[in-house]
């Protein structure tokens, strides 16, 4: 097992190994995050704009113009 790595250390320089690795961990979940994120807003966007359209659709029926 290795010993734990020390990032408060000044002294400490990280093999290339050691910094893929905690880069690895650090951005693990980011991509699936973002994705999950825009899938949100998207389907956000798509309601706001059914109810705006739907919004328009009544005004437009009933004789009374868009404000």
Known sequence: MRPA???ADPD????DEQLIGLSARAFAGVREAHRQ???ELREKIAKARADALAALESR???GRAPT
């Open 5 to 7: 790595i020390n990032l």
């Open 12 to 15: 400490f320089e990280p093999s």
């Open 37 to 39: 994120s825009q899938r």
């Open 60 to 62: 437009l029926a009933q």
